[in-house]
């Protein structure tokens, strides 16, 4: 390996010790020999380094990026550039995307000098709310999408770490891919370091002093309380128990500020939310602080959540726990959240050994709203798959109805939009099968000169249009609150 790399020699980011280096070159004369690959991952540690600001250093609106982060988790990935995209659409998406990812990762190797279940391939992206898109809106994104990264940075606690992917019949030889794999860490080298040293950095998001022109709130309002009562009808009728109906809010975006800006603040405000972007290549990028998590899998243990029924913060402590008391109190929430528990219940004891979750919902306390909350565990066979579980779950009635085959018609006719992934599963799953998806609520599709934010509630049989209304702006805050930083 060129002595640039090697780490004795200049401080870099990222360095190859001469026994890595070593070993790198026989698996690279493996691969070669055996020729029974078409694809391979190569994972190193690096020094310490906020994802979000690589991400920033290297954004390129042609190309693919992603990013994901936790906060309160102190995990993070950040990735970019397509090696291959599994894509899908339709009433099978979910069995077609499964199927795509177990011949590419059953045609890939993988070279690792760290210790991590995260090393190796990895599949980014998520699914659309419906199994299809029927609009423009959001045609530079498919139905499913799951994307391998050519390269992503991983921060998990105080681990870190850099894998690239290539594509091996592009190489004829050992030399030409074992100076793919150097060049391309010089690059990511040069990257780190100018990342680390921007006057940027860190990454954060201030405040425009330009006047912020007023949100139209009202917009859409006539509409939406019919769309509300023509909902209570059909419930009164019995068509369906609850249905989540959701808005669409159109801004113009009036600076050229870096995405990565907006969730840099997102990602500050709402510790204890995932915080999300995902940008196809030349498209709009979808960007979102989401508080509800739909599964997270590893060894055959699931989480996943109800969270259902809102209400607003208080402005002094006394006032938000009197607001908490009366969310745990009214009886059209409850109803609402115990619909949401129920059903992820029915949905999951297929795969399920066994089923864990309080009798009582407590309630989650984000900056701006307050929700009714039930974590939810499973011991899961061990046929199970995150995504096979995924396709099961979506959508709960959280972000859809109850029941949904009978609610789902409705939100079509009922929405004058295409929610294309808002309310869909976002996230990733690595090569061992582990993974994390989230809601892709509290979001938004960001475009060159416009901007769509998404906001829904759910409407049972007592619900108050005005007050739904006034809920659903409550939501469209975070991402709002988020435009007016640069």
Known sequence: MDTDLLSDTQELPLQVDRATDQRLQLFIEGLVRQQDKSYATFTFPVQEIEPLMLLQESWNEQQFRYYWEKPSDNFAIAAGDTLVQLSASGPSRFADII?????????????????????GLMFLGGFSFFSRLETADWDSFEAASLTVPRWFILKDGDHYSATLSLQ???????????????????????????????PSSP?????????????????????????????????????????????????????????????DHLRRRYENC????????????????????LIAFEDNLLQTEALAGSIERGKTAMEDLTLAKDLSISTKNRNEHQFVVQDIEQRLRPFARSIRHSSQPQVKKLSNVQHLYTPIQADLKPEATVLSVLEKLHPTPAVGGYPWHKAAPYIRELEDFERGWYAGPVGWVDASGSGEFAVAIRSGLIGEEQVHFFAGCGIVEDSDPQTEWEETNLKLKPMLSALQYD
Not at 99 to 119: G, P
């Open 168 to 198: 091996l019949p592009d190489f004829q030889s050992r030399n030409e891919i074992y100076e793919e794999v150097t060049g391309r860490l010089r690059s990511l080298n040069r990257q780190m370091t100018s990342a680390s040293d921007s």
């Open 274 to 293: 995932s915080c999300f972007l995902v940008h196809p290549p030349g498209g709009q990028s979808f960007v979102g602080a989401t508080p509800e998590q």
């Open 203 to 263: 990454v954060i998001a201030r405040k425009n002093t330009d006047p912020f022109p007023a949100i139209p709130l009202k917009l859409g309002f006539e509409a939406w309380i019919s769309s509300v009562k023509q909902a209570k009808k059909q419930i009164r009728q019995e068509t369906f128990d609850k249905i989540v109906l959701a808005r669409r809010l159109s801004v113009a975006r009036k600076n050229t500020a870096p995405v990565t800006k907006l969730l």
């Open 99 to 119: 199927s795509q990812q177990q011949a590419l990762q059953n045609a890939t190797a993988s070279f690792s000098s760290v210790y991590h279940s995260r090393a």
